[in-house]
Each structure stands twice: as C-alpha cells, then as structure tokens.
C-alpha cells in the first residue's frame, strides 16, 4: 500500500526528504537499548523508518488516519512500530510512559512537528516534563528562536521563559524550505529539549508561575507595576528583590520564579 493522499495542509504536513537532515536528527537523538522512542507525526515514515533502522521499535502517536494504514505496512521492512491514531495533544504522556517505560519511566519524544499546533504542543509536553527524558523537535526556526532566547532581547517572551524554567533549550541545526515537500514558507531549525529536576528553577508553585508569566508579557510594553496589577503588589515585588518599573522582558526565569514564590494579593475590601 503507497501513501497516495496529497499532503494535507491543514494538518501542517511538510514531509521531510533530505536524508542528510533525518540522519543528523537519528544522530542527535543517538537512541540506545532500553529507550522508549515516542515519535509525534510520523507522516510518511521520513524520521521514523532510519530511527526504527536504527532502534528496532518506536511508538508513534500520528491524527491523520489516512496515513496509518501504509506507514504500519511500510514500518514493517524496518522494525516494530506502535501507532496511536490520536491528536496527540489529548495523548498523556505520563500514562504512557508508564506503560511503555516501567523501568525508569520516561520517554524520548521526536518530532518534525505540524507548526500551526507547536506551541500546544510544547506546553503539552512540559506539563509532563517529569516523564520525558529529552526532545528532539524540527520548528519553524522563529519559533526556536523564541524558545532560546535570553532577557533583553526583543523575542524573549512566555515561550522562552516557560520553556526554559523546565528545560534546557538547545538549537540544533537550522533547516532550508527546500529539505520538504511541499516546501513551508518559512525556515526551520532542530531544537534538544532536556526536563531539568522539577525544583531545579526554585518554582514552588507552578501554577502561580505561569499566571505571573502570561500577564507579564500580556502587556510587554508596561512596567511590571501595571502588568502585573492584582497578581503582584509592592510588598511583593520589595520581597523578590524585583523593581516593579521594570519590564517582563528584563527578567529572568529565576526573577520570575521569585516573583511567583510572593503570596498573592488579597482583594481589595468594598468600601461600605
Ligand atoms: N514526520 C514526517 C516528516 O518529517 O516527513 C511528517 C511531519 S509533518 C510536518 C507533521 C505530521 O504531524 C503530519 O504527519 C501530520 O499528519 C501530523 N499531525 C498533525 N496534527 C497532529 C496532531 N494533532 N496529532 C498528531 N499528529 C499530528
């Protein structure tokens, strides 16, 4: 069975075809015995079938149906491939690892992912950032760009900060138009995603965290006085050491992680 549908534009498919590309990503995920490989769109097999080549087995989680039934024959030649028909964002990963993964519990995911879902899913997978042991995701490299970013500079932003309080970000390489067919618009980049210990970045409530981050870069343009009103007062910003007439983009991921380990506000009482 071929894989005779037209590539699916909706579904950000942009099928890789440069062997050189797939064997620098085979070669930056360097997959050893005992890891349990999770693939995210395996398309038309370009990554999966030299990883299977290379592993033996994979797991991959892929929503378009019409591509499951000749990439499971297809995977055959190459080695054992699991496919979980599903939007990968309703996939939970921790479940997963523990039914893939029982000796250590954690997952490798790969991925040339569809770039009109990647933010969702980035923010998916660091929600279970305590199950992956690492990631290797093709970008847009914009967006790459984003997620390592540093304070001060203009794209740093909630991708950056979110990202790098759970991980170490790493670009890889960077990826013409030209390596997929049909060719995106735009220039793509490999990025290696490392969980860190989940206290690493002193987040003591995650929760917390991530509404300071939002509102902080809601309203980049204004000091954190007025960005943050309502989520953080002056005593607040003294005990974390922060100047409110700063900006969300002079900060670091450990000024936020201070900033969110202040009590919140109490509600202001209704006069009478
Ligand atoms: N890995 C293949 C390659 O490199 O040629 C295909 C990459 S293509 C950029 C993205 C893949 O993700 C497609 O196979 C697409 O069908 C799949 N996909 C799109 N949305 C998805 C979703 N929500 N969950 C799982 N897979 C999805």
Redesign the pocket.
Known sequence: MAFTEPA?KS??????HERGIVARIVQAVDPQPGDCLV??????????FPLLDRHGELTA????RD?IAPLSEAARAHGRLRIIS????DVDFTALARELAPADGKLRLV?????N?SSPILFHAIDHATTIRDMHF?LQKEVVDRMAAAPGSKIYGRLSVMLQAYCSVTPLLNVPPGA?RPPPKVDSAVVRLVPRPPDAAGIADPKRFADIVRAGFGQRRKTLRNALKGVCDEAGFARAGIDPGARAEQLSVTDFARLSDTPKPEPAEPHA
């Open positions: 699916k579904l950000g498919q942009h099928f890789l693939e995210i769109g395996p398309g038309q097999g370009a990554i999966t989680i892929e929503f378009d591509l599903a939007d990968v964002l991925g040339n992912l569809p770039y879902l093709m997929f």
